[in-house]
């Protein structure tokens, strides 16, 4: 039963003795009070909320391995990322030339350039790993260019000595 509902239902006995003189502004003084204690409540509660949520976004932002973290990716770290995708693709270029060699080659050979082949693939990022993250982009963007262009260059004089010898 809600209170109107009982005040309705017994408005008899309500009505029966006058209220006592200045207990309207006894009323409203109360309620303002109570107002004004529940509004400070709420603005404190706010505020807690607002700073917990920032802090949370700021330590989810700086976290390196934040989920999504890739869309605050650095215009370096884009860059490096697409010079390593192009030379994972020039040596998936170069691995299936290779392949096509396979068959005409003695065993022994193969299984030393395949060897090579699946250390140059699974080792691609490994200089990007290794130079200590200080480093400044254009030393670094130089350092993995001269390391894919020598591992390419490799792979490329492999394939072309077994053109020429075949």
């Known amino acids: 039963m ?21 207990h309207e502004e006894r009323f409203f003084r109360k309620r ?17 909320l607002t700073f917990l949520l920032l802090a949370s976004l700021t330590v989810w932002i700086f976290r390196t391995d934040a989920p999504g973290a890739h869309f605050a990716m650095s215009r370096e770290r884009r860059i490096e990322a697409k010079m390593l995708q192009a030379y994972q693709n020039e040596i998936n270029i170069i691995e299936q030339q290779l392949k096509h060699y396979a068959s005409e080659i003695p065993p022994s050979d193969w299984e030393q350039i395949e060897s090579t082949i699946e250390f140059l693939a699974q080792n691609r990022d490994l200089l990007s790993e290794t130079l200590p993250p200080e480093t400044p982009f254009p030393l670094r963007r130089a350092a993995l260019e001269e390391y894919y262009s020598r591992n390419l260059s490799g792979m490329q ?5 077994l053109s020429q010898n075949l």
Do not use: W
């Open 32 to 48: 303002a009070r109570q107002s004004g204690f529940r509004r400070r409540q709420l603005l404190g509660i706010a505020a807690s």
């Open 157 to 161: 004089q492999i394939a072309d000595l």
């Open 2 to 22: 809600t209170l109107n509902t009982y005040i309705n239902r017994h408005r008899l006995l309500f009505d029966r003795e006058p209220l006592p003189v200045g």
